[in-house]
């Protein structure tokens, strides 16, 4: 019996989410529910559910006489923090991180714009509590990764745009493969100096400046995915 821990239907999910992911059915069928349950020493009511929940993922689909079976890559739903994780784990895609900067670049900017204009002092608080914990990562008192997704994810929520605050689970999944790879090709961490005069932009109410630091910010992570080692 294969071990995934309490959860079995997320285990289980979690298991063919990532062998999907990888490719490991792009030359065989999926299997049937009876032979993931045999495979998998599970009941069929947690093979049932796990499958319905790659389902709502995108990853597969089902027709009558044909059973379950992959859908194609444009399927499945990236912004689902599960599936970007897995399409990250896999061999590093230079396109994948290039595409998700590129997203960001269109949201974190505007993102910053509006947390100039309408952050509550606690969310000022919380993106400067960030920055904090940023430069105390540089002493090693804090860890980098955490400290540069937390500063990111605050930003979207002091923009009190919904939709942009929802995004902070898709920039907190990607960041961490991200931010790891940029981090190892600039041969340093994140460039503190630029995440502050984001801060500072957005603390002194100035959307069009907290923009163009974001902006630039952001650019600098593209310019260094399309550098030659990083292709």
Do not use: C
């Not at 784990?89 to 590129?102: A, G, I, P, V």
């Not at 931010?179 to 100035?206: Q, Y």
Request: no cysteine; net charge neutral; charged share 25%.
């Amino acid at each position: 019996m294969q071990e995934f821990g309490r959860n079995l239907t997320y285990g289980l999910q979690n298991a063919l989410g990532r062998a999907i992911v990888s490719g490991d059915y792009a030359d065989r069928p999926f299997p049937s529910e009876a032979d993931l349950t045999k495979e998998h020493g599970v009941s069929r009511s947690v093979t049932r559910e796990a499958v319905k929940m790659l389902a709502a993922k995108g990853l597969v689909g089902a027709r009558p006489k044909q059973g379950t079976f992959v859908l194609p890559e444009e399927s499945w739903s990236l912004f689902d923090p599960d599936v970007l994780r897995w399409l990250l784990d896999r061999k590093l895609s230079y396109d994948l991180l290039r595409h998700f900067t590129e997203l960001r670049i269109a949201v974190e900017p505007q993102a910053a714009a509006l947390a100039a204009v309408r952050a509550s002092p606690q969310q000022i608080t919380a993106i400067s509590d960030g920055l904090d914990r940023m430069s105390a990562a540089e002493k090693g008192e804090d860890d980098t990764l955490d400290a540069d997704i937390a500063f990111h994810v605050a930003i979207l929520r002091a923009s009190n745009n919904p939709f942009f605050a929802q995004f902070r689970d898709v920039v907190a999944t990607a960041l961490r493969t991200s931010i790891r790879f940029t981090n190892r090709l600039a041969g340093r961490s994140a460039n503190i100096a630029e995440h502050a005069m984001v801060h500072d932009a957005i603390k002194a109410r100035e959307p069009t400046r907290a923009s163009a630091a974001m902006t630039k910010l952001i650019n600098d992570v593209l310019l260094l995915i399309d550098q030659p080692a990083g292709k």
